[in-house]
């Protein structure tokens, strides 16, 4: 959960503005966090050749599925309520529903069926797994409530059939209260500083939130989970973003050994400013351990029915009937990543499935209004944008000469210029022509196209050294 949604978007609202005023003249590069990038320094870029650019993976724009607030079993937001009712002491009516009335659990025969409609529909994206949901127990050691049995079969599910199209993040250790590394009990002092997603990183390290992402990493991996990224629950990090970025990085490398860390904090769910991601903290593009993290932004609000099961936004916010109106829409047609959000507990909705419903309707009618779309998980988004913005062009005559400090599948050039014959990919000894295909969205690894008076070129981009040869 986070706040209640229009609390926390225009919390969300607020700091973006007033970042971009503190950050007038600071050198930015494109993406959403633009107003952010004097908290979050970019780190190196390398040189880029004129008349060459790398547009959109196979000239189409990424979409996927952020959701937050899942875990196995748990219905984490039943059992966060009171924990959250308890630090305003019950001074907030957001934090005083109906809680005891929710299931506790969100079962395993519904998070199948959601997985089996977005694996038939070619959705992707992030999913949370929360390692120690709301303290109840740990997905690790012992979830109380469910027999071993039952939690063993609710994680191989996840890891057998939902990895292969979700990111699977912590989302932090618990949601709730902090947990004391050295004990792994919750601290006895019930206040905003010692709630995960209110202000306990204030002030704090790199080094110090890094060690509490790695506990939340340690859990997930020790549950035989995989995750090369992470999601901040609230307002987890938002007032400490460069130790924050620094933390990602440093604990995605030293849990998992994640060549790219992504991470997912911030939603833009109106406005014009880019909702692009903004690789940071780049380092080392032209050594053997090149590194940055990548800062991966939702763009639209929980439109489907919240953390509280309250208020559906409803499919037309994301989307139209008629396909001509919605934030998705928006944002498809600027060309950018089209992330769109939901949390769990109302994608459940206490077995009402309310906000399934409403996003198997928005999938529908993307998929009737738009021809051009990609479903990503936000780790490949990331990757592509790592490789977008780190990987060195230079142009000699009519050979773009590449190198990459990441592998890319479907990186996608345009060339400034016609290419009569295929262009060849030369890496190391191996030259390979590329396929021509009659459109660019047609373009596939392997194969190139014209585009006007411009090229364009999709291949699989090894790390290291390769190049493009055009032929005139
Ligand atoms: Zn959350």
Request: hydrophobic share 40%.
């Amino acid at each position: 959960m986070k706040h209640r949604l229009n609390t926390r978007e225009l919390t969300r609202r607020d700091f973006l503005a007033r970042s971009l005023k503190t950050a007038a003249g600071a050198a930015v590069l494109g993406g959403a966090g633009a107003g952010l990038a004097q908290v979050a320094p970019s780190g190196e870029r390398p040189p880029r050749a004129e008349g060459v650019t790398v547009i959109n993976p196979r000239s189409r724009v990424p979409v996927g599925l952020i959701i937050d607030d899942s875990t196995c079993l748990v219905n984490l937001n039943r059992f966060a309520m009171p924990q959250f009712n308890e630090v305003y002491l019950g001074a907030k009516e957001v934090y005083r529903r109906n809680w005891r009335e929710w299931p506790v659990e969100i079962p395993d025969r519904f998070l199948r069926a959601f997985n089996d409609w977005a694996v038939g529909a070619g959705v992707r994206g992030k999913f949370s797994i929360v390692p120690f949901p709301a303290c109840v127990g740990r997905l690790d050691r012992e979830l109380p409530g469910w027999t071993r049995g039952e939690l063993a079969a609710s994680l191989k599910l996840v890891r057998e059939e939902m990895a292969p199209h979700w990111d699977l993040t912590p989302e932090m250790v618990t949601h709730t209260r902090v947990i004391d590394l050295k004990t792994g009990h919750p601290y006895p002092e019930i206040t905003p500083k010692f709630m995960e997603n209110w202000e306990w990183t204030t002030g704090k390290s790199a080094d110090e939130i890094g060690a509490y992402l790695a506990y939340a990493l340690q859990i997930l991996k020790d549950a035989g989970l995989p995750a090369d990224g992470i999601t901040t629950p609230g307002g987890f990090g938002k007032k400490a973003r460069p130790q924050m970025a620094q933390a990602t990085l440093q604990a995605c490398r030293s849990v998992f050994g994640t060549e790219i860390p992504h991470y997912f904090t911030d939603l833009f769910s109106e406005g014009n400013q880019s909702v692009a991601p903004v690789v940071q903290n780049a380092s080392g593009l032209d050594g053997p351990d090149p590194r940055c993290v990548v800062y991966v932004p939702g763009c639209t609000g929980d439109w489907t029915a919240g953390w509280d099961c309250t208020n559906p936004g409803g499919a037309d916010k994301f989307i139209t009937a008629d396909g001509k109106g919605g934030r998705m829409v928006e944002v498809i047609q600027r060309g950018e990543p089209a992330l769109m959000f939901g949390h769990w507990t109302g994608i459940y909705f206490n077995g009402y499935e309310i906000g399934f419903k409403i996003l198997q309707e928005v999938v529908k009618r993307l998929h009737a209004t738009f021809d051009n779309l990609l479903w990503m998980k936000n780790s490949e988004v990331a990757r592509y944008w790592a490789a977008k913005e780190l990987t060195r062009l230079e142009r000699a005559g009519n050979t773009v000469k590449l190198h990459a400090p990441y592998a890319c599948p479907d990186f996608t050039l345009r060339l400034a210029a016609r290419s009569p014959k295929p262009p060849v990919l030369r890496t190391g000894a191996d030259a390979k022509p590329l396929t021509e295909v009659t459109a660019p969205l047609k373009l596939t690894p392997g194969t190139w196209c014209r585009d006007g008076d411009a090229t364009l070129a999709c291949f699989a981009l090894a790390k290291g050294a390769s190049q493009l040869e055009f032929q005139n």
